[in-house]
């Protein structure tokens, strides 16, 4: 069955790196572009990047530019964010997504993956 | 990149429509026709309802809608059930340096 299944919960401490990885299963990973949305406690949906099927192009918000990095690994079906120099307004579920090529909507979702930033 | 805004809530009674707004501008929802709608229920996944403006994917009831007019975007459900009661997002391809852009969100609330 189609699904993208995230890896665990994670705590980090102020100033440190997280990388979250999302592995795709029952379609063809390599053609869909991928994003990172996050939502945090109580919050709104807030988009945060995207990479291309070849992995060679990616785009973030403003918001992120500098701090995140979005990657991915065809042989694995597996994309990848990496967040540095936390701070605890990143403590949020961030969750991975498909684009539909031909829609442009996330119809494809992961299960998200809870990340707390606390000293 | 702005977020588009929404209205906080909105309410009906069982039965009855919602219609929940989202206003960008000429750079995201008036400039494309790639607005989507999610559902998300406490503590879930988000779920697409709606894409391409008004069109339904596979499974979502006909009672949502969705309409845009202008800057303006909007999701209508009717006959509203218990079940419809979360907050709803809506998105809009904003051009290529700066995709995507997500609405500040609504919580219907079925009375």
């Known amino acids: 069955q189609v699904q993208l299944v995230q890896s665990g919960a994670e705590v980090k401490k102020p100033g440190a790196s997280v990388k979250v990885s999302c592995k795709a299963s029952?379609?063809?990973?390599?053609?869909?572009?991928m994003h990172w949305v996050r939502q945090a406690p109580g919050q709104g949906l807030e988009w945060m990047g995207t990479i291309d099927p070849s992995g060679h192009n990616t785009i973030y918000a403003q918001n992120f530019q500098g701090r995140v990095t979005v990657t991915r690994d065809t042989s694995t079906s597996t994309v990848y964010m990496e967040l540095s120099s936390l701070r605890s307004e990143d403590t949020a579920v961030y969750y991975c997504?498909?684009?539909?090529?031909?829609?442009?909507?996330?119809?494809?979702w992961g299960q998200g993956t809870m990340v707390t930033v606390s000293s | 990149q702005s977020a588009l805004t929404q209205p906080p809530s909105a309410s009906g009674s069982p039965g009855q429509s919602v219609t929940i707004s989202c206003t960008g501008t000429?750079?995201?929802?008036?400039?494309?026709?790639?607005v989507s709608w999610y559902q998300q229920h406490p503590g879930k996944v988000p779920k697409l309802m709606i894409y391409?403006?008004?069109k339904r994917p596979s499974g979502v009831p006909d009672r949502f809608s969705g309409s845009k007019s202008g800057n303006t975007a909007s999701l209508t459900v009717s006959g509203l059930q218990a079940e419809d009661e979360a907050d709803y997002y809506c998105t809009s391809y904003a051009g290529s340096n700066n995709p995507y852009v997500f609405g500040t969100g609504t919580k219907v609330t079925v009375l």
């Open positions: 029952g379609y063809t990973f390599s053609s869909y572009y």
């Open positions: 000429s750079s995201d929802v008036g400039g494309y026709n790639y």
């Open positions: 997504a498909s684009e539909n090529t031909t829609t442009g909507a996330f119809d494809i």
């Open positions: 391409e403006v008004s």
